[in-house]
């Protein structure tokens, strides 16, 4: 295929002082061509699959006007998680103690396991986990929560405005905790 | 006895079908690569879990860049048309036809209401996050998603709508916040977040439960 006809044609002696020129062969070596070939293409397989975006989805209940109305969680199989500036992380379970007693602080690599812990002890028809974002929270803190309900499996979970109360303890156990580091 | 010689035979095998075949390969995913139109709107989306692919019909996008600027695009012209509509009416604008027509040709909406008919007035390439304003959304007595998201719904009542909200990873949690308050305002109580894909981390009970194939925790 790659290759030309370079043998003579008729066969004509040339004189005794002419030497003959060598024959060369036009075959090449396409292995290095096949080689960046398939190079290439790993790399536009590689960058093509990986981009796509993916959307988690979330249903919001609708907000019960009449307070009478709205979902009451049990206290015991509660677990509230409030999320501060610099990626802090507190909770507490059940009922918030006046004195803050109950009150602990956490980050993202640990929440995990108060998480789990959680829903190890308690009655799965009690369990609730209520998300409690401050102003100062990132948007990307409230996905990194959310995706823990989806990570553990949590059924039950919603998002709730923080208290004043709550979100002044947030601020003051903010002031004495070292900002943590990003858990991913 | 003399023994019939093998003609030794070379170890070279011809390339050209592999590097047709190689090229043709490539060929075909250089022409099928989709390369990411560079956005106005810069958005770095925080990773999860979930492993859905982002829908790209009927779509309706708000994105929200990490000064806490919304912006919302639609993809589909007609359904934007009437968007522009309504919001005429029910905002008492005064946009004329010509207004609408050069509102409606926008990508994407990142203005106050009322400043909409100058982003029109300002080049396409220089419509970006930095020179607009964006919608006003973390003022709670202005906010102008609820609007958008009146005639959105409105417009889209009955037919599929993918509510899509991509939020910065540095962006403050009141402006994703009172978005959802729009949503919810106006009985929009499903919708989605764009985020990158991870992993699930190993032993955590939804890998388990993806090790057995059981129910996805995620619909």
């Known amino acids: ?184 | 006895m003399a023994r019939p010689k093998i003609p030794r035979k070379s170890t070279t095998i011809d390339m050209t079908a592999m590097c047709d075949v190689a090229f043709l390969l490539l060929s075909f995913f250089i022409l099928t690569t989709k390369f990411k139109p560079s956005e106005a709107v810069t958005v770095t989306t925080p990773s999860s879990v979930a492993s859905k692919v982002a829908p790209e019909k009927d779509v309706i996008l708000i994105s929200i860049t990490k000064d806490g600027k919304a912006f919302i695009s639609m993809d589909d012209e007609s359904k934007r048309e009437q968007i522009l509509n309504t919001l005429n009416v029910t905002n008492k604008m005064n946009w004329s036809d010509a207004d609408m027509q050069s509102i409606a040709k926008l990508e994407f909406f990142g203005t106050p209401l009322a400043q909409l008919k100058q982003q029109t007035a300002i080049p396409k390439d220089q419509q970006n996050d930095k020179s607009l304003p964006g919608i006003p959304v973390l003022d709670t007595l202005n906010n102008q998603m609820f609007d958008w998201m009146r005639a959105a719904a409105s417009v889209y009542a009955g037919t599929t709508m993918n509510l899509l909200v991509k939020g910065d990873n540095d962006s403050q949690f009141p402006a994703f916040k009172n978005v959802m308050t729009a949503f919810k305002k106006n009985e929009l109580f499903k919708f989605q977040m764009v985020t990158n894909p991870e992993s699930v981390p190993e032993g955590t009970s939804l890998w388990n439960s993806n090790l057995r194939g059981g129910p996805k925790t995620e619909e």
Not at chain 1, 3 to 21: A, I, N
Not at chain 1, 70 to 82: V, Y
Not at chain 1, 145 to 165: G, P, T
């Open chain 1, 1 to 184: 295929m790659a290759e030309m006809d370079t043998s003579s044609g008729g066969g004509h002696k040339k004189g005794p002082g002419v030497k003959k020129s060598k024959k060369l062969s036009t075959r090449v070596d396409l292995t290095p061509m096949v080689d960046l070939g398939f190079l290439l293409i790993t790399f536009f397989i590689f960058t093509t699959t990986m981009s796509s975006p993916t959307a988690m989805k979330l249903f919001m209940p609708k907000d019960a006007d009449n307070p009478e109305d709205q979902n009451k969680a049990k206290e015991s199989g509660a677990l509230t998680i409030m999320l501060g500036k610099d990626n802090n992380v507190f909770y507490y379970e059940g009922i918030l103690d006046p004195a803050g007693a109950n009150f602990k602080s956490s980050n993202f690599k640990e929440i995990r396991d108060v998480i789990i812990n959680k829903k190890k002890t308690t009655n799965p028809e009690d369990f609730v986990v209520v998300i409690k974002p401050n102003e100062e929270s990132k948007y990307k803190n409230v996905i990194d929560i959310l995706d823990e309900m989806a990570i553990n499996e949590v059924k039950r979970y919603a998002m709730v405005d923080i208290a004043e109360s709550e979100n002044q303890l947030v601020k003051v156990s903010e002031g004495g905790a070292p900002a943590a580091p990003a858990a991913n």
